[in-house]
């Protein structure tokens, strides 16, 4: 970053500060749905990732419609999958 840095920007400059961290993953990379096992009422919505805009219209419709209708997650995103 400051090779790039140095390429664009011709005046003296020093970094005070450093910071970075870790984006949490899951090995599978696909969504998160489904009850909290200790908290039936608790659900979880998580883990859309990079594709998140397009992805949230279906799960969302997918995760109410299991809570409301009682219908099946799909296997691949049920929490479940972790037990």
Do not use: W
Request: glycine share 8%.
């Amino acid at each position: 970053l400051t090779q790039q840095l140095d390429q664009l920007l011709k005046l003296p400059y020093e970094i005070l500060e450093h910071q970075s961290g870790t984006r949490p993953t899951i090995k599978d990379r696909r969504p998160v749905l489904g009850a909290q096992t200790e908290h039936e009422n608790l659900f979880l919505f998580n883990g859309l990732g990079t594709k998140g805009v397009s992805l949230s219209p279906f799960f969302s419709k997918h995760l109410a419609e299991h809570i409301f209708d009682g219908k099946d997650l799909i296997e691949e995103v049920d929490i479940s999958r972790f037990d």
